[in-house]
Structures are given as C-alpha cells and as structure tokens.
C-alpha cells in the first residue's frame, strides 16, 4: 500500500495473495485461535484451582509451566506458557494483598503460590511477612520479611501500614 501510485505493485500484490491463501498460513491462524481457545480455558481452570487444588498441584502446575516456557521448541506453546505464568502472578497479587488484609486462613496457601510462581518478587515476600506477623509468627515474619528485601523491596514506609509487621521489623 505504501509503494501504489509511486511504483508497479502488481507482483508484491500477487505475492500478498499467494501468502493469503497459503497453507501454512491457514495452518498457522487455525492454530493461533486453537491456542487462545486453550489459553482462556487454562485460565479458567487455574481460577478455580485457586480453591480446589492443593499446594502440590499448584507446585507441580508452575514447574510444568516454567518447562515449558524455557524448553519447548514451540514458540506459541513457550509463549503461551509465559502468559499463564503471569496470569498466575497476576492472580496470586491479587487475591494475595485482599486476603493478607482480611487476614483470611486461605492467605498462606495463596502466598505459597504467589511465592512459587515468582521467587523473586520481592511484593510475594512482603505480603507473607505481614500475615505471618498477624498471626503472631515473628520468625517466619522476619524470614519473609529479609527475602522481600533481598528481592528489592525499598518501601519502607509501607511498614507503617501493618502495625504487627512494624513491631518486628521497627520496634
């Protein structure tokens, strides 16, 4: 489109239509809804998940996920396993930071997944660290804590916000 009127575009144009109606192209779009179809669906179960599975299907769930990602020599599937990697993340902030402040049982499940699927989020750390110190857990509360900022965690004003982390972490 850019080169009509300045140049003969006949043979792009040809060329476009033979890529159009290739068979690998209709192999390749037919796959890529197949595949969006399979995301939304994983997306689904794994909501679920977050109330009928255990630990250990989530722990077995995210390794499966993360071999994927790294070692599939298929990019839609390498691709499609990260985004449920961060959909997962995603899930576990979410449900996470509104369960730590209800200081909800269903917490410490939630936060071990947060924790598994992102090991390095220095967020997933602080937030257990703060339901741990709600539930009169100091050790496990200071542990959490130092892992939050070993990952990068520098809001220190945050702090403030949860009087019972404050206490063990500023007296």
């Given at each position: 489109m850019c080169f009509d009127g300045l140049t003969d575009v006949t043979s792009l144009k040809?060329?476009?239509?033979?890529?159009?109606?290739?068979?690998n192209l209709?192999?390749?779009?037919?796959?890529?809804?197949?595949?969006?179809y399979q995301e939304k669906e994983m997306q689904k179960m794994l909501r679920d998940a977050f109330s009928n599975q255990n630990l250990a299907w989530w722990q077995k769930e995210?390794?499966?996920?993360?071999?994927a990602a790294t070692n599939s020599n298929d990019k839609m599937m390498a691709a499609m396993s990260n985004?449920?990697?961060?959909?997962?993340?995603?899930?576990?902030?979410?449900?996470?930071?509104?369960?730590?402040?209800?200081?909800?049982?269903?917490?410490?499940?939630?936060?071990?997944?947060?924790?598994?699927?992102?090991?390095?989020?220095?967020?997933?750390?602080?937030?257990?660290?703060?339901?741990h110190a709600n539930n009169k857990q100091p050790e496990k509360a200071m542990t959490d804590f130092n892992k939050?900022?070993?990952?990068g965690f520098?809001?220190?004003?945050?702090?403030?916000?949860?009087?019972a982390l404050q206490q063990i972490v500023a007296p």
């Open positions: 040809s060329k476009l239509k033979e890529i159009e109606n290739s068979d209709r192999k390749w779009r037919m796959r890529s809804q197949n595949m969006q995210i390794t499966d996920l993360k071999t985004r449920l990697l961060g959909f997962i993340g995603i899930a576990c902030y979410s449900f996470a930071k509104q369960l730590v402040n209800e200081n909800a049982q269903e917490s410490d499940k939630v936060l071990q997944i947060y924790q598994t699927v992102e090991p390095n989020n220095s967020e997933a750390w602080f937030l257990s660290a703060v339901y939050a900022v070993q990952n520098n809001q220190t004003s945050r702090i403030n916000e949860y009087p």
